[in-house]
Structure formats: C-alpha cells, structure tokens
C-alpha cells in the first residue's frame, strides 16, 4: 500500500512540477532565443549577439557574472530585442548570465555558461563518423584518442542538430 501511494505522490508533483513549468515558459515576460540556455558555450574574447523576446518597448538587461557593466537595450514594438555581450579569455569556471526587462518579477537566470572555443562542424555524411570509425572501417589509433578525451568529458560540450 505505501508503494502505490509513494507512485502516485511522485506521479502528482511530476505533474505539478510540468505544469509550472509549461506556465512559466508560456507566460514569460523576457524569452531568450532557443540557442541561449544552460550549459551554453559562448566564444571567448569576442562580442557575442544575444537575442530575444520581451513585452514591446520594454528596456532590457543583460547581465552576465564576469563584468560588473550590464548590457541594455530595448525591445522594439513586437518585443524582438538583441545586443552584443563582450566576453572574457576561456575559462572552465562556470558563469551565467541574468535577463530581465523590468516587467517580470524574477529575472531569467541562464546557468553554467562557459566561455571557450566554438566550433561548427558541417559537411557531407563522413562528418558523422564517429571517433573510432564504422563496422569494417575503424579509425586509426582511436582507442587511445577515445581514452585521453575521457579526462575532459566535463569540458567539452557537443550538440547534433538533427537531419531537416
């Protein structure tokens, strides 16, 4: 009997818990392009393009954890709002960034941002290889490259946009 009631205790707050967050996503007053979440990777030593969406005409703030000077634009009449954020050296010290647009009463906290490199890899099928190569096709020494990368599996983030 506590088995079933512990199941359905956990089944009511999953559905409280994606309730809540359905609302807070549809009924957000400051929205960041898909692209800025956490666990993002921005470019070092650069100016990086944010972007996003607001309340129209609503002055917006960015503020990031390695600057002390936050960044502020205002949205346009359909809310659409960008700015550019300069960036410091790389890092595996993890920041965030704190958007707001004065409408909201909690700010949108973007968390576990690192500054780095980026890359963009595209091409043809090969670039879908994997390290140590197809069935009847391996890659040369890709063991010993599987292994050494094992040491930086939390500092290297790697995302597959799918096939359109």
């Not at 129209?56 to 502020?72: D, G, R």
Request: hydrophobic fraction near 40%; proline fraction near 4%; glycine fraction near 4%.
């Amino acid at each position: 009997m506590t088995s079933l009631r512990l199941k359905q205790t956990t089944r009511i707050l999953l559905a409280f818990f994606l309730c809540n967050l359905i609302f807070q996503i549809t009924f957000a007053d400051i929205r960041p392009a898909s692209l800025f979440k956490d666990g993002m990777v921005l470019q070092q030593k650069t100016k990086v393009r944010i972007w996003g969406w607001s309340t129209p005409n609503a002055t917006v703030t960015v503020k990031t954890s390695w600057s002390n000077h936050p960044q502020i634009t205002r949205s346009d009449s359909q809310g659409k709002w960008q700015l550019l954020i300069k960036t410091p050296k790389c890092s595996f010290q993890k920041q965030e960034l704190t958007i707001s647009d004065g409408n909201t009463n909690t700010p949108l906290h973007i968390q576990d941002v690192l500054i780095g490199e980026v890359w963009i890899a595209a091409g043809q099928s090969n670039m879908e290889m994997p390290l140590k190569g197809f069935d009847g096709c391996p890659i040369e020494n890709s063991a010993k490259y599987i292994q050494e990368a094992k040491q930086y599996t939390d500092k290297i983030h790697f995302a597959q946009v799918a096939h359109t």
